[in-house]
């Protein structure tokens, strides 16, 4: 069973995740990371972008540069749309070799924070949890937890508008989580939705 883990910045994804894993969930494709994985990893990849968008992405010995392609893609929703298109292929190639690992396991979890905005993903996976926060809930804990200032992280979540807008994708979501309180709380949430997945 493949189960997606979405939800916008500072909802708490990674957190259900690692909750998850300490309940026998040892299964996790955490997207977002693994993109960026391959824009250095792919053979051809990376030169197949810097001609879309006719920038150059690298480091002066040649490497990929992350921060380079973040600050493109993080205020230009049109270049976003361009590497996506790119790079979805391959992710999809990616998780479907790597989960071929896991074929014993009940429950594999796909973490990606903007799936459900995502053309490319639609009807993708067999059940979606969506874990909501309040916005400024979520503004300061990404602020704290990356080190910036509130104002980036509205820029980031500018460019995650499904994410902000949580109406509108519900009929696509099987569970959601609302992480407002404590961890024991937040615990407590996931426990009660594994239990329902392992019996299904």
């Given at each position: 069973m493949?189960?997606?883990?979405?939800g916008?910045?500072?909802?708490?994804?990674s957190?259900?995740?690692?909750?998850f894993?300490?309940?026998?969930?040892?299964a996790?494709y955490?997207?977002?990371q693994?993109?960026?994985?391959?824009?250095?990893?792919v053979?051809?990849?990376?030169?197949?972008?810097?001609?879309?968008?006719?920038?150059?992405?690298?480091?002066q010995?040649?490497?990929?540069?992350p921060?380079?392609?973040a600050?493109?893609?993080?205020?230009?929703?049109?270049?976003?749309?361009?590497v996506?298109?790119?790079v979805f292929?391959?992710?999809?190639?990616d998780f479907?070799?790597?989960?071929?690992?896991?074929?014993d396991?009940?429950?594999?979890?796909?973490?990606?924070?903007?799936?459900?905005?995502?053309?490319?993903f639609?009807?993708?996976?067999?059940?979606?949890?969506?874990?909501?926060?309040?916005?400024e809930?979520?503004k300061?804990?990404?602020?704290?937890?990356?080190?910036?200032?509130k104002?980036?992280?509205e820029?980031?979540?500018?460019?995650?508008?499904?994410?902000?807008?949580f109406?509108?994708?519900?009929d696509r979501v099987?569970y959601?989580?609302?992480?407002?309180?404590?961890?024991?709380?937040?615990?407590?949430?996931?426990?009660i939705?594994?239990n329902?997945?392992?019996n299904?």
């Amino acid at each position: 069973m493949v189960v997606v883990i979405t939800g916008g910045i500072g909802s708490g994804k990674s957190e259900v995740c690692r909750i998850f894993r300490r309940l026998g969930v040892n299964a996790v494709y955490n997207a977002d990371q693994k993109v960026k994985a391959l824009y250095g990893g792919v053979p051809g990849l990376l030169d197949t972008i810097e001609r879309s968008l006719r920038l150059t992405l690298r480091n002066q010995d040649g490497s990929f540069c992350p921060a380079s392609l973040a600050k493109v893609i993080f205020n230009d929703r049109a270049a976003l749309q361009i590497v996506e298109k790119i790079v979805f292929p391959y992710l999809k190639e990616d998780f479907n070799t790597w989960v071929k690992d896991y074929a014993d396991e009940h429950i594999v979890l796909f973490e990606s924070a903007t799936i459900l905005e995502k053309e490319d993903f639609d009807g993708f996976g067999d059940r979606v949890i969506l874990v909501d926060a309040p916005v400024e809930l979520r503004k300061c804990r990404a602020a704290d937890r990356d080190r910036l200032p509130k104002e980036r992280i509205e820029e980031r979540m500018s460019n995650q508008q499904q994410m902000n807008s949580f109406a509108d994708c519900q009929d696509r979501v099987d569970y959601i989580i609302v992480n407002d309180g404590t961890l024991e709380e937040l615990e407590n949430k996931v426990r009660i939705i594994y239990n329902k997945l392992i019996n299904n």
